[in-house]
C-alpha cells in the first residue's frame, strides 16, 4: 500500500509542476494583454462568461461544473489582476451576502470596499473610486428592492452582470446553548425569510426579543460583544465575527436566492446567451401597457421579468423595469427597442449583459 500510494503521489507532483508552468504561462499571457489593451477595461463580462460556459461544457468530471467555475473565476481573478488591479464597492459591513456575491463573481483577488449604503454604492463607481458595484435587486421570498430600482432609473451607470446567490442563513452565537439566548439579531428580511424556523424551534423569543439591525453582518457583530444573543446572518458573518453555528440553513424557503447586479461604466459586447434589462413608462390611458408589451411579442423576444415602481420624476404615476433574454445589439431586440422607443413615454436601456 505504501508503494502505491507513493506512485500516485508521485503523478500528483508531476501534474502540480505542469499546473504551475501552464499557469505562470496563462499569467504572462493575461499581463501581455493587458499592455495591449493600453487602457480599456480589463473585466470583460462577455468573454469571462464564454470562457466559463466553455469549460463547463468540456469539463469531464469528477469536479463538478459548479467548482470547475469557482476554481477558474479565481484563476482568471488572479490573471485580471496582471492586467490592471480592481475595486469592487459592495453593501457592507464586512461579511454580508453582498460581499459574498461580489467575491463569487470577481473572484478573491480584487480590492473590495465596503458601503454604508446602496446609494454609496453608486457613488462610489459614479465617482471613479471603484470600477465596478454589486448591488441587490432582488430576493425570491421578498421581492425587488426598491432602492436599487430607483437609484438605476436615476443613474447613469450600466448594469454589467448579473450574480444569484442561494441564501442560507444561520442560527449564530457565541456558544451553542440555545436556552442561554435571549434576544436575536438580523436584518428584518432575514426575519421574514426565517419566520417559520424561528417560530418553531425558539417560540420564546418574539416581539421585543428579535431586534432589528441595519444589516446581517451588522447583527452577527452585535452578537459578538453579547453571550445572551443571537443572529441570524450568512456563513461569512459568522467567521468575521467568530461565532459559533447554532443552526444550520433555516431560511423557510431552501431556494431562497437573491439576485445582485453588477453596475459599471462600460458596455458589454454579446456573450452568446445574455439579458438586456430597460425600464419604460407609459401613457397613462387604456390598454397602454399592452401595446407597450407589444413589440416583444411581435418580435419572438422573450420577456423574463416585469416589476412597477412608482415614478419619483412626477412625469408619470409607475415606471415598468423588465428582463428580456438577448443582447440589445441582436436583430431582433433591437427591431424591438426601436419600436418601444416609438409608443413609451420614457425608456432607458440599463444595461445587456450575460446571463447568470
Known amino acids: 500500500m505504501t508503494g502505491q500510494l507513493k506512485q500516485l503521489r508521485d503523478k500528483i507532483d508531476v501534474i502540480d509542476s505542469e499546473l504551475l508552468r501552464l499557469m505562470s504561462a496563462r499569467a504572462a499571457l493575461a499581463r501581455e494583454i493587458g499592455q495591449i489593451k493600453n487602457g480599456m477595461a480589463a473585466y470583460r463580462p462577455e468573454r469571462e462568461a464564454q470562457v466559463l460556459a466553455r469549460l463547463r461544457e468540456l469539463n469531464p468530471g469528477p469536479l463538478a461544473n459548479e467548482h470547475i467555475v469557482r476554481l477558474f ?8 489582476s496582471m492586467e490592471e488591479p480592481l475595486t469592487v464597492a459592495y453593501l457592507g459591513p464586512q461579511g454580508t451576502f453582498s460581499e459574498e456575491a461580489a467575491l463569487k463573481r470577481f473572484g478573491g483577488v480584487v480590492t473590495t470596499l465596503a ?15 471603484a ?30 452582470g448579473e450574480v444569484a446567490l442561494p441564501i442560507h442563513q444561520l442560527l449564530l452565537a457565541r456558544h451553542s446553548d440555545l436556552t442561554r439566548i435571549k434576544k436575536i439579531y438580523s436584518h428584518p428580511q432575514s426575519f421574514s425569510q426565517c419566520h417559520e424556523w424561528l ?76 439579458k438586456t434589462s430597460l425600464v419604460m413608462s407609459v401613457k397613462n ?72
Open 115 to 129: 458601503c454604508s449604503s446602496i446609494d454609496d454604492v453608486f457613488r462610489k463607481v459614479e465617482s471613479g473610486k
Open 199 to 274: 417560530n418553531a424551534n425558539l417560540p420564546h423569543l418574539k416581539g421585543a426579543a428579535r431586534i432589528n439591525a441595519a444589516s446581517n453582518a451588522d447583527a452577527a457583530r452585535l452578537a459578538a460583544e453579547d453571550e445572551d444573543a443571537a443572529a441570524v446572518a450568512g456563513k461569512k458573518a459568522g467567521e468575521v465575527f467568530r461565532l459559533t453555528v447554532c443552526a444550520e440553513n433555516i431560511e423557510d424557503d431552501p431556494n431562497n436566492t437573491t439576485r445582485f447586479l453588477v453596475i459599471g461604466l462600460q458596455e458589454v459586447a454579446p456573450s452568446g446567451k445574455d
Open 73 to 80: 473565476t479565481e484563476i482568471m481573478s488572479l490573471c485580471r
Open 131 to 160: 470600477g465596478y458595484g454589486v448591488v441587490p435587486v432582488e430576493n425570491s421570498t421578498e421581492g425587488a428592492v426598491g432602492r436599487t430600482l430607483d437609484l438605476l432609473l436615476q443613474t447613469t451607470l450600466k448594469v454589467c
Open 285 to 356: 390611458r387604456p390598454g397602454a401597457i399592452h401595446e407597450l408589451l407589444a413589440p416583444l411579442a411581435d418580435h419572438g423576444v422573450s420577456m423574463s421579468r416585469l416589476e412597477s415602481r412608482p415614478s419619483r420624476a412626477g412625469l408619470w404615476e409607475y415606471v415598468f423595469f423588465v428582463d428580456i433574454e438577448g443582447h440589445q445589439q441582436d436583430t431582433k431586440i433591437a427591431k424591438a427597442l426601436q419600436e418601444l422607443r416609438e409608443k413609451a413615454a420614457f425608456l432607458k436601456v440599463l444595461g445587456s449583459y450575460p446571463a447568470g
